[in-house]
T-cell receptor, first 110, second 114 residues
Framework: GQQVMQIPQYQHVQEGEDFTTYCNSS?????IQWYKQRPGGHPVFLIQ?????EVKKQKRLTFQFGEAKKNSSLHITATQTTDVGTYFC??????????FGGGTRVLVKP | DTAVSQTPKYLVTQMGNDKSIKCEQN?????MYWYKQDSKKFLKIMFS???????INETVPNRFSPKSPDKAHLNLHINSLELGDSAVYFC?????????????FGPGTRLTVL
């Protein structure tokens, strides 16, 4: 079945630094979504990518969909303490089922 | 107004008991879901309903029985609770089954089985 993997599982970042988290699918995806879950909270939708090679920005967050539509990345610049949380990618392949990756848990050192 | 609400927020119970979690969405969505999030944060879909009809039933033990009395509600009943059922259960909804719809999650129900 479809698998979606995220690396790294944990990301310790110094406040002010940049980092990237990666999402890889075992199958070609129709689209990919990113969600953020704050500690003790619930996943909240951030963005969706649909087109091959698509790049979208939300302030300090840059999302990219790979050319083959099998991978995606989230890059955060100048990390702030408000960026703490777990970032999930979720991909849809055939069958319309949204499969979540294992998440990247981001911890920010002030 | 809370878009997707769940009750209770916390549930602590003994092994072998039966319990229910309720979910309601006021977004007018057609599709609702139940997810299980374990201690390692893995988010796994359990069930999906569209207009009260079961669409997805992942390999979940038949001790778990979802019920959708109307498209705004999707409840989860669990029989004979086991230690491994301890997790956070999230309800979610989306406008419909279109692949481009985002999902809106409820606040979660933290279930602890002793």
């Amino acid at each position: 079945g479809q698998q979606v993997m995220q690396i790294p599982q944990y990301q310790h970042v110094q406040e002010g630094e940049d980092f990237t988290t990666y999402c890889n699918s075992s199958t070609t995806l129709s689209n990919i979504q990113w969600y953020k879950q704050r500690p003790g909270g619930h996943p909240v939708f951030l963005i969706q990518l649909v087109k091959s090679g698509e790049v979208k920005k939300q302030k300090r967050l840059t999302f990219q969909f790979g050319e083959a539509k099998k991978n995606s990345s989230l890059h955060i610049t100048a990390t702030q303490t408000t960026d703490v949380g777990t970032y999930f990618c979720a991909g849809r392949a055939a069958g319309n089922k949204l499969t979540f990756g294992g998440g990247t848990r981001v911890l920010v050192k002030p | 107004d809370t878009a997707v609400s769940q009750t209770p927020k916390y549930l602590v119970t003994q092994m072998g008991n039966d319990k229910s979690i309720k979910c309601e969405q006021n977004l007018g969505h057609d599709t609702m879901y139940w997810y299980k999030q374990d201690s390692k944060k893995f988010l796994k879909i359990m069930f999906s309903y569209n207009n009260k009809e079961l669409i997805i039933n992942e390999t979940v033990p038949n001790r778990f029985s979802p019920k959708s009395p109307d498209k705004a509600h999707l409840n989860l009943h669990i029989n004979s609770l086991e230690l491994g059922d301890s997790a956070v259960y999230f309800c979610a909804s989306s406008r419909d089954l279109s692949i481009r719809n985002e999902q809106f999650f409820g606040p979660g129900t933290r279930l602890t089985v002793l």
